[in-house]
């Protein structure tokens, strides 16, 4: 069952092209929960097949990611900081999110939006509190593009170095057995990678708010 479902996700990003790339990835980049990682990583694999071209996927993922992270940050500048804390639980941004992201940017200025490409959380929050703050638009957009082009990168490289060399895998069950156990190392060091960085979201969170709690004692 898994692989019939994983051969109709694979078929739908064929299908789907630079185009659905952009798209799902502008839609990652949003408030809404979609993982890049289920994106990116079939495409690519697409790509060492010879349907796509690899460098054309992290184009269309970093140029999507941008779109929807530009979204948000204009949607954001227009609405304001109270109505989005206000409103902001009923579209995947409760308060407690919202903060974290936006202790981010107060503590890391146009860095933060950079390395918040490469983590969880706060990858898809953090246009919110920029627009909101009203952040230099181009600089946002050059942390915005470089920081998603590392990313989408690196799932990309992924995509083409764990599965791709499987070139049966959407035809025979049992290629994926064999990519899970010839590259077993790759995904177990994928699983840790991924809960290392939400550890960090989790430590450096905690950090702003004790910060942030801090000086308002102080004031």
């Known amino acids: 069952m898994f692989h019939s479902l ?16 952009f798209v ?3 839609i990652e980049s949003t408030v809404f929960p979609l993982p890049s990682e289920v994106v990116i990583p079939p495409a690519a694999y697409l790509a060492t097949q010879g349907h796509l071209n690899f460098w054309g996927v992290v184009a269309a993922a970093t140029l999507g990611s941008w779109a929807g992270s530009a979204l948000s940050y ?3 500048r227009a609405a304001g900081r109270p109505l989005l804390l206000r409103y902001g639980r009923y579209v995947f941004v409760p308060e407690k999110k919202w903060l974290l992201a936006e202790d981010w940017i107060n ?10 490409r490469l983590l969880p959380v706060v990858r898809h929050l953090v246009s919110l509190p920029a627009g909101a703050a009203r952040m230099n638009f181009k600089l946002f957009t050059t942390m915005t593009l470089l920081g998603s082009f590392v990313w989408s ?7 083409a170095k764990v599965l791709g060399e499987e070139k049966q895998l959407l035809q025979d069950p049992g290629a994926m057995v064999r990519v899970l156990k010839d590259k077993l190392i790759w995904f177990v060091a ?3 990678v ?8 989790d430590v450096i969170g905690r ?12 004031c």
């Open 190 to 192: 994928a699983a840790l």
């Open 24 to 26: 799902l990835m502008a």
């Open 194 to 201: 991924l809960m290392l960085l939400y550890v960090l979201v």
């Open 207 to 218: 950090r702003l708010r004790r910060d942030g709690a801090g000086a308002k004692k102080a």
């Open 6 to 21: 994983l051969t109709i996700w694979f078929d739908l990003t064929l299908k789907w092209g630079y185009p659905g790339v």
């Open 153 to 159: 990168t690196v799932l990309a490289w992924f995509g």
């Open 107 to 116: 503590r890391y200025s146009a860095a933060g939006i950079f390395f918040a």
């Open 74 to 76: 204009w949607v954001a």
